[in-house]
Nanobody
Framework: QVQLVESGGGSVQVGNSLRLSCASSGGTNGIRAMGWFRQAPGKEREFVGAVWWSAGSIFYADSVKGRFVISRDKSRNSVYLQMNNLEPEDTAIYYC???????????????????WGQGTQVTVSS
């Protein structure tokens, strides 16, 4: 069973930056993808970005491309989300997700991830 723990959320003003971390443990061998998702109040959880673990390829949602950067530490089975130039629309609970079975073409699909962290709140105010 994979456990995921996010950290690094908080409240910032527009234009500022935050860095989120996701540490994984327990059965992380065979992870195919690990990434970030977010859920704003009243909205469905959406894909932010993810790493295809074996190759290190990184995929982003169009809404964050150019502002957010995902990185990973393979030795620690951890992923990070550097969020720059934050906007009020980025306000959400950010979740780390991972899966051992999904295929590459499904990397953006929220419903294909089996393991989730508890989430960390990010609030951006103007």
């Amino acid at each position: 069973q994979v456990q995921l723990v996010e950290s690094g959320g908080g409240s910032v003003q527009v234009g500022n930056s935050l860095r989120l971390s996701c540490a994984s443990s327990g059965g992380t061998n065979g992870i195919r993808a690990m990434g970030w998702f977010r859920q704003a109040p009243g909205k469905e959880r959406e894909f932010v970005g993810a790493v295809w673990w074996s190759a290190g390829s990184i995929f982003y949602a169009d809404s964050v491309k150019g502002r957010f950067v995902i990185s990973r530490d393979k030795s620690r089975n951890s992923v990070y989300l550097q969020m720059n130039n934050l906007e009020p629309e980025d306000t959400a609970i950010y979740y780390c997700g991972a899966d051992r079975n999904l295929i590459l073409s499904s990397i953006r699909r929220v419903d294909q991830y089996d393991y989730w962290g508890q989430g960390t709140q990010v609030t951006v105010s103007s």
